[in-house]
Structures are given as C-alpha cells and as structure tokens.
C-alpha cells in the first residue's frame, strides 16, 4: 500500500537574492509551470495541485503518459509545463484549466503538457520525507523508467550561476536551492529561489482607487503602459502595495492628471490589437472600472517576466522603484525590457509529448 495520499502541501521556497558559495545546497532550475504532486498507486493515479485541488480533468495526456512510465506505487513531486516552439509557454498552460471538457480535448491535443520530477517522497510502501535531499535524490535518480523527465541538479554554485543566465532563454523560472540534509517539510519554506529580476521605466496611464477606500481618496494600483515601435501605448501591468498614507497622498498627487478626453486607451485612439485595460477575459466576466490618466509622468518599476507574446504584459504585480521625472514618456518602450538568449529546451525536456 502506498504509504502516503493526497493531498500533501508541497514544500516551498523563500526568496534569495544571490547564490552563495556552499556546498550544503542542491541547486535546480526552477521550472515555469504549475505545481503538482503525482500519486500512483497501482491503477490509480491523481496529479495534485499546490493548493491540494485534483488536476486529472485538465491533463489527460499526462496521466496517460505517467501511468505507461512510472512505478505502480510512487509519489512524486514536480511541476506541469507546456512547451512550445522551444520555450515553455505559461500563458498556453493557464489555458488548459478549462472548464469545458471538449476544449480540455482540444487542448491536449494542440498543447500537450509534461511533467516534470524534482523530489520523491514515496516508492513502493516506502517514505522518504523524512530523508535529507540528497537521499531523496540519489533515489530519484535511480527511477529508470523510460519517459520521465527528472530535473537537472548540481551542487556546484558556478553551475547554478551558469544555469541562472542560460535556461532563461528556455523560458525557465530561475533557480532552486535545497539544503541537502534538510527533509521534505510540507507548507515550510526551506528551500531558496532565486529569480531573475529588472526593471523598466513606464508611462502611468491611469489607476483604480482602493477598494476599501471611497473613489478620489486612495489609489489601490497605477495603470503602466510602454510604448511600441509604431508609438501605439499597450497596458502593460500594474504597479501597488503601497503603504495607505501613500495612497492618500497619491489620490492627491495626480488628481490634477485626472481626464475625460482623448486618452490612448479610450474611443478613437484605440488600434487593432492594443492591449488595453479592464477588459473581459476567462478569468473576469466582467470589465474592470479604471480612471484615465494624462499619460505625463514616467515610474521604474521592478518586475520579473513578462508574458502573453508580442506585445507583451508584465506576469506579476511590478513592485515600485521610483519615479522617474527625468524620462520623457515617449521614451518609455518596449526595446528596454531584456529578451534572454534563446537556448535549446529538447536538452531539458527530452522525453516530452511532440
């Protein structure tokens, strides 16, 4: 029987700005994707989620491609991908939690998704969460079941580094430090992330005001857009969390921006594939309210990938820098915002769906 069942919270990783050098770290590439945990138990096998919600539904590819590799009783911990044209794409992922079931087909199908292992936590009616990582490693790597995609790992920091740079081209996250003597620790944060960071300058374009706040009283986010080579202004992300003394004093700040006209994002002056604010999606039914601003004033803003082709978006919510006064808005372009090497994605995802 296996000696562990879902769900498990999986362990996690807090962040880190430099990797060190040591030799007490197991470093890994840290994969773009979604979490999941595989149980296989005989016939049965269930692909977890971080949250501890069952995938199955959305990836019916991969369950038949695990369950023709992997042991009968084995529990795994790694992460869902889809990769395509040599590069993982998140954006195609997201797309596969569908609630339709002729579009998970379709989907399947068109964007097939892998998984990949980095950790093992039970085999056969064995667990080894309470093994260090590197036990849990050597073990890992022991699984020789063709078709499974098992994580690279070195302990050389000079690699890590190296793999920082190179598998960025891939579209991987960053990189993953494990203490080698540490167990697996379900919901702790034992592990470190490094992850690639930047900047760019952006036009702040409008903002919404703070839901706990009545409207022109405090700001909750400003609206950021750069421009593309045709001089077209696409909403590019937000940047908030800020303290609530400065979204009062930002209410104020830039009330005298506040307009009703012409404005790039607004009537006339939209373009055909604009990305623009507030709009519809599968993920909100219904548009989101924002207040136009005059387009003067110019925010660095730090953020760590972007998204969603050409143009693109920032990911995440971009944390504030400073404000720019010395940029002129026009300046604020796409050209500033870094694009990694390509490098070859077979080389880490040999055994992937074609």
């Given at each position: 029987?296996?000696?562990?069942?879902?769900?498990?919270?999986?362990?996690?990783?807090?962040?880190?700005?430099?990797?060190?050098?040591?030799?007490?770290?197991?470093?890994?590439?840290?994969?773009?994707?979604?979490?999941?945990?595989?149980?296989?138990?005989?016939?049965?096998?269930?692909?977890?989620?971080?949250?501890?919600?069952?995938?199955?539904?959305?990836?019916?590819?991969?369950?038949?491609?695990?369950?023709?590799?992997?042991?009968?009783?084995?529990?795994?911990?790694?992460?869902?991908?889809?990769?395509?044209?040599?590069?993982?794409?998140?954006?195609?992922?997201?797309?596969?939690?569908?609630?339709?079931?002729?579009?998970?087909?379709?989907?399947a199908e068109q964007t097939p998704a892998t998984f990949v292992a980095f950790d093992l936590l039970a085999l056969g009616d064995e667990s080894l969460?309470?093994?260090?990582?590197?036990?849990?490693?050597?073990?890992?790597?022991?699984?020789?079941?063709?078709?499974?995609?098992?994580?690279?790992?070195?302990?050389?920091?000079?690699?890590?580094?190296?793999?920082?740079?190179?598998?960025?081209?891939?579209?991987?996250?960053?990189?993953?430090?494990?203490?080698?003597?540490?167990?697996?620790?379900?919901?702790?944060?034992?592990?470190?992330?490094?992850?690639?960071?930047?900047?760019?300058?952006?036009?702040?374009?409008?903002?919404?005001?703070?839901?706990?706040?009545?409207?022109?009283?405090?700001?909750?986010?400003?609206?950021?857009?750069?421009?593309?080579?045709?001089?077209?202004?696409?909403?590019?992300?937000?940047?908030?969390?800020?303290?609530?003394?400065?979204?009062?004093?930002?209410?104020?700040?830039?009330?005298?921006?506040?307009?009703?006209?012409?404005?790039?994002?607004?009537?006339?002056?939209?373009?055909?594939?604009?990305?623009?604010?507030?709009?519809?999606?599968?993920?909100?039914?219904?548009?989101q309210p924002w207040v136009p601003l005059r387009p003067e004033r110019v925010v660095e803003v730090g953020y760590e990938h972007t998204e969603g082709?050409?143009?693109?978006?920032?990911?995440?919510?971009?944390?504030?820098?400073?404000?720019?006064?010395?940029?002129?808005?026009?300046?604020?372009?796409?050209?500033?915002?870094?694009?990694?090497?390509?490098?070859?994605?077979?080389?880490?995802?040999?055994?992937?769906?074609?």
């Amino acid at each position: 029987m296996l000696p562990l069942s879902p769900p498990i919270k999986p362990m996690l990783a807090r962040p880190a700005k430099t990797i060190p050098d040591t030799a007490e770290l197991l470093f890994e590439p840290k994969w773009d994707g979604f979490r999941c945990l595989v149980f296989r138990d005989g016939g049965e096998l269930t692909l977890q989620s971080r949250a501890g919600k069952p995938l199955n539904r959305y990836f019916p590819e991969v369950l038949a491609q695990l369950g023709a590799v992997l042991p009968e009783q084995v529990v795994l911990d790694g992460e869902l991908v889809v990769a395509r044209d040599g590069h993982l794409d998140f954006d195609a992922l997201t797309e596969r939690i569908h609630p339709a079931a002729s579009r998970v087909t379709l989907l399947a199908e068109q964007t097939p998704a892998t998984f990949v292992a980095f950790d093992l936590l039970a085999l056969g009616d064995e667990s080894l969460m309470d093994e260090p990582t590197s036990v849990r490693r050597a073990r890992l790597e022991k699984l020789t079941a063709e078709g499974i995609n098992i994580t690279p790992a070195t302990q050389d920091p000079a690699t890590a580094r190296e793999w920082f740079t190179l598998f960025e081209g891939a579209g991987l996250d960053g990189v993953i430090g494990k203490p080698l003597d540490e167990p697996y620790s379900p919901g702790k944060r034992v592990m470190a992330k490094y992850k690639h960071a930047r900047t760019a300058d952006c036009v702040v374009a409008g903002l919404r005001w703070h839901a706990d706040s009545e409207p022109g009283e405090a700001v909750g986010s400003l609206l950021l857009g750069l421009y593309d080579d045709n001089g077209v202004l696409h909403h590019v992300g937000v940047v908030g969390s800020f303290p609530v003394a400065r979204r009062r004093e930002l209410a104020t700040e830039l009330a005298e921006l506040i307009t009703d006209g012409e404005h790039p994002w607004l009537g006339d002056a939209v373009v055909e594939g604009q990305r623009l604010p507030g709009g519809v999606t599968r993920w909100r039914s219904t548009e989101q309210p924002w207040v136009p601003l005059r387009p003067e004033r110019v925010v660095e803003v730090g953020y760590e990938h972007t998204e969603g082709g050409q143009p693109a978006r920032f990911r995440h919510t971009a944390q504030f820098a400073r404000w720019r006064p010395d940029r002129e808005p026009a300046s604020c372009g796409y050209a500033q915002l870094d694009e990694p090497a390509r490098y070859d994605l077979e080389s880490l995802l040999p055994s992937r769906p074609k």
